[in-house]
């Protein structure tokens, strides 16, 4: 999530952050330029997840034993 500021509230900050010393004002300023600089995604390829589950049921046993593990909220007592 992004937040967009009006001038009159950057204005407000700036206000604020001249009041610090000169090397928290250098470290502010590293931490937002490396905020702001463009990573590079690497690529990832959907494939190199197949085969990673391995199960000797069906795809309907499956869903059967997940349904059946299910629990309802009102069945639990404390």
Known sequence: ?????????????????TRLDNSSKKRLIVKLTESIE?????????????????????SDEIISDIRNSRVEKKSIEF
């Open 1 to 17: 999530m992004r937040i967009t500021l009006k001038n009159s509230t950057i204005d407000k900050y700036f206000g604020f952050l």
């Open 38 to 58: 463009v990573r590079e995604l690497k690529p990832f390829d959907l494939k190199s997840l197949h085969g990673a589950w391995e199960d000797s049921r069906t």
